[in-house]
């Protein structure tokens, strides 16, 4: 199986692309509640590997934790305002259940940077 890029169908944390986790247990869980919400399909894990190689060609932003740049790639690529993200990888955390309302009260002008960070 390949991984489909697709167009961004919603606003996501780093954009559109395919999104990998290096948690097993993590992908698992997704997966599960993805072809539940999807009502279609079956749990599926795909396992990838990288020739490792290959990495110093490829433009790579990191993010080691969930900073004040990071918030800024958030909600900038959550408001959709990144139309060309120049990055072939983008590695760092995600918004979970606890940091998306926090993300989303910063957007609404609830919360200042250095609040929500």
Known sequence: MHPKIRLNLRALDFGAGFYLT???????RWAKIVSRRRRTGKPTLNIYTIDESKINE???LQFKTADADWLDFVVNNRKEQLLE???DL??????NDSTL???D??????YTKEEAV
């Not at 290096?22 to 698992?28: D, G, H, P």
């Not at 983008?90 to 918004?95: D, E, L, S, W």
């Open 22 to 28: 290096s948690s097993e247990e993590q992908a698992t």
């Open 105 to 110: 009260d910063y957007i609404d002008d609830k």
């Open 58 to 60: 490829l433009n790579i």
């Open 85 to 87: 993200n120049p990055y």
């Open 90 to 95: 983008v590695i760092g955390p995600v918004a």
């Open 101 to 103: 309302p926090v993300i």
